[in-house]
């Protein structure tokens, strides 16, 4: 029997896969793990704790699967925008963004209750929230739905439609206020949201769909936004006719309603002729050129001239927009070099559309003229296969990602601007792209591969002179099972790419290209989806005036039997370690501070609900949610109260030296663990999930009601496990603290 000590310092290999587990001889192996759920790795090799979330608000419409997308003016004034079926929310500094103060005048004691609110102007459907009443207080804080509205009054219903019975309520006395939840109307459906691509400059953002215009979202205030179709300037086009087909012109100046009459439906639309799907499309004539207003038949249009089209003489000198119903929109949008970048329309699958240097929605390549080096620029990708165009990344150079490969976009040099005469396409690998937005970080881009199974790092290499794409997922390939359908970069506090994996769980990657860090983690919400684990559906990030980016997500949970999806962000990591009452460890959380109280309300969107509690930063008995509210065990100032979550590590096999080379296979018993903490509060250790031992902090001197101080330092703990020829260590949090582990040393027997 031989004696040794074992050291896990760090934790920088992440979670890797099974199918590594007798690969000791790999380096990422003495600092990987087989399980990491609910950690973040930091660089420098800690495995911390996930901080829990806190619930924003609930989405517009629970029965649908919803989208974020990030709105960054500065990093000060930052948006994240709810996309759901075919409406647009806002949330700004973690809350929803509200309209204008509507005076309240009385709320009736009635089965519904029915609101008071001179000139209201609101709508049936629309969610309000109601603050400031004084005497029936049960509503304030509440959202409801406006039903049965006239123009003084409005019923309240809750988001399912049942009627709020304010009958058993406190009377109204006076006050308080209704605010509208501010949205706007989009044309996107549920089905479209997750192939939406975007770019943004300042306070607009562009946003693209194959299936819908172009459109602009411009933002003026934070509830003045608006959404509109983008009316391109003099292009893009499809190539110049080179049939004899000829179009004739009733007039060729400035206006509307002018009738055009084809000579033959050869050359138009393959053949077909005009279709109802050419309305709203753009069409070159001679000098000029027009809008399409309205289709009679394959030979008859009418336009809305906007250039004149110099003549009204028939001409077989003319050519159709690229963008339009019939050909498909841009599916594909960035800014690069001062340009407004398009691509991958359903005809045009491999053409890149710039716009004119300077001037986003110019889109004048002066075809036929003297070409300056600031027009529009029309490019096709040549390759042997046709590919559609998947995501454009802007970095030193454009980054062009198709289904077939990899390209890189330059004006034939460095430094070199793109212009008409020396664009410069490259392909640099040929992996092929998955329909889902790549991440520039630093010098590299990060993009899925096609079958949404591999995340991989486009980034120049010296040794090749030219770009390779190496595989992020090589050593856990089955972190991304089932496929990834988004993705979003953290840059502080950790460099983190998250991304939401098909079952719904969002997984991690500590990311730091300088310092070789590739740790994979997964992440479970707190709560169940039906009889499995709750759903994230989105993720994005924006940054804020904090010294953290948020991150922002978007969690579908069964909440009292029905279907729940609420908007939440993941809580920051950098707490006062000193103040246990800023620890936020539990998820949809809400917390309260104020004079000492012994009943917690607002917490309706948990009812039914058994939660965790954190009272004064102690643990508190878990509580269910009954009418919004739980009472406590005993009176507290500041509270947490959120659905708990378990932070699992899990190590490889241990690889201990023996008398006879290494440890691998050979029965083994750990007896005793060392684990150096940082800024601790509790954790437990142990050979499996069954067989744990909960490391004691608190000691007979420290009230049981107030929380005990974080502990940083070393831990030593019997280990209570079996001989085996396995030798794994688990390490699990359970109560709603903090958790950071810097290090293991285990000291096992082994049977040589």
């Given at each position: 029997m031989a004696r040794v000590a074992a050291q896990l310092t760090n934790f920088t290999g992440g979670e890797l896969s099974p199918r590594l587990?007798?690969?000791?001889?790999?380096?990422?192996?003495?600092?990987g793990c087989k399980t990491l759920e609910n950690f973040v790795v930091y660089p420098h090799g800690a495995a911390a704790r996930r901080p829990g979330t806190t619930f924003v608000a609930e989405v517009a419409n629970s029965a649908n699967k919803t989208r974020l997308i990030p709105f960054e003016f500065s990093t000060t004034q930052t948006y994240m925008l709810e996309f759901s079926n075919l409406k647009m929310r806002v949330y700004k500094d973690r809350g929803s963004v509200l309209e204008g103060d509507k005076t309240?005048?009385?709320?009736?004691?009635?089965?519904?209750?029915?609101?008071t609110a001179t000139g209201h102007n609101y709508s049936n459907g629309d969610e309000v929230v109601i603050s400031g009443v004084v005497g029936m207080t049960e509503v304030n804080g509440k959202r409801f739905l406006v039903a049965g509205k006239t123009t003084n009054t409005f019923q309240l219903t809750n988001k399912d439609g049942t009627n709020i019975n304010s009958s058993s309520f406190t009377t109204y006395t006076s006050g308080g206020v209704s605010n509208k939840v501010f949205e706007i109307t989009t044309p996107y459906t549920t089905a479209q949201l997750f192939d939406l691509k975007f770019a943004q400059s300042a306070d607009v953002m562009y946003?693209?769909?194959?299936?819908?215009?172009?459109?602009?979202?411009?933002?003026?205030?934070h509830t003045a936004w608006t959404l509109t179709d983008v009316d391109f300037t003099n292009g893009p086009y499809m190539d110049a006719n080179i049939t004899t087909t000829t179009l004739n012109p009733g007039s060729h100046t400035v206006g509307t309603g002018v009738a055009v009459v084809a000579s033959a439906v050869t050359g138009i639309n393959s053949g077909s002729g005009f279709l109802s799907t050419d309305v709203g499309r753009l069409l070159q004539f001679g000098d000029g050129y027009g809008k399409i207003t309205a289709v009679s038949d394959t030979l008859n249009i009418t336009i809305t001239i906007i250039e004149d089209l110099g003549s009204s003489t028939a001409s077989a000198n003319w050519s159709l927009g690229s963008f339009s119903d019939t050909t498909g929109h841009p599916s594909c949008v960035t800014f690069f070099e001062q340009r407004l970048v398009f691509a991958g329309t359903t005809s045009q699958p491999q053409t890149i559309f710039f716009s004119k240097s300077g001037d986003y929605e110019n889109m004048d390549a002066n075809i036929g003229g003297t070409v300056?080096?600031?027009?529009a620029i029309i490019y096709t990708i040549a390759s042997n296969q046709v590919n559609a165009i998947r995501f454009?990344?802007?970095?030193?150079?454009?980054?062009?990602?198709?289904?077939?490969g990899e390209f890189t976009v330059s004006g034939g040099g460095t430094d070199n601007a793109i212009t008409p005469t020396n664009i410069l396409i490259k392909k640099q690998s040929n992996h092929g792209a998955a329909n889902v937005d790549a991440i520039a970080v630093g010098n590299a881009t990060l993009f899925l591969q096609r079958a949404k199974r591999k995340i991989r790092e486009l980034a120049y290499n010296f040794d090749v002179d030219g770009y390779i794409a190496p595989d992020m997922t090589i050593l856990a390939e089955h972190i991304s099972e089932g496929g990834l359908t988004q993705m979003a970069y953290q840059q502080e506090p950790n460099q983190v790419i998250y991304a939401v994996r098909g079952d719904g769980e969002l997984i991690g990657l500590t990311y730091q290209r300088e310092q070789q860090v590739t740790a994979w983690h997964r992440h479970i919400f707190g709560g169940v989806f039906g009889s499995g684990k709750a759903v994230c559906e989105s993720v994005a990030v924006i940054p804020t005036d904090d010294t953290e980016y948020e991150v922002y997500?978007?969690?579908k949970r069964t909440i009292n039997g029905a279907t729940r999806r609420f908007v939440e962000y993941i809580n920051n990591f950098d707490f006062t370690e000193t103040d246990n009452t800023t620890f936020n460890f539990l998820d949809s959380a809400l917390a309260y501070s104020g004079s000492a109280v012994t009943t917690i309300s607002g917490l309706d969107h948990l009812e039914g609900q058994t939660v965790s509690v954190l009272a004064n930063g102690a643990t508190h008995p878990d509580k269910t949610v009954s009418n919004g509210s739980i009472t406590l065990d005993r009176s507290s100032t500041n509270v947490k109260v959120g659905l708990s979550y378990s932070s699992i590590l899990q190590t490889m096999r241990l690889d201990a030296g023996s008398q006879n080379g290494t440890s691998q296979g050979k029965t083994k018993r750990i007896y005793e663990i060392t684990i150096r903490l940082y800024e601790s509060v509790g954790v437990e250790v142990g050979e499996s999930l069954d067989n744990m031992e909960r490391i004691p902090f608190r000691t007979s001197s420290d009230p049981m009601d107030q929380g005990i101080p974080p502990f940083t330092g070393d831990k030593a703990v019997e280990f209570r496990g079996n001989y085996d020829t396995d030798g794994f260590i688990f390490v699990r949090q359970t109560q709603p603290l903090p958790l950071t582990i810097l290090s293991l040393y285990p000291e096992l027997q082994t049977n040589d």
């Open positions: 587990d007798g690969r000791n001889d790999l380096t990422k192996y003495a600092s309240i005048s009385a709320i009736t004691k009635a089965n519904p209750a029915v609101v946003i693209t769909h194959p299936e819908h215009e172009v459109e602009k979202l411009s933002r003026t205030a300056a080096d600031d027009d454009m990344t802007a970095t030193r150079t454009l980054i062009i990602g198709t289904a077939g997500v978007i969690v």
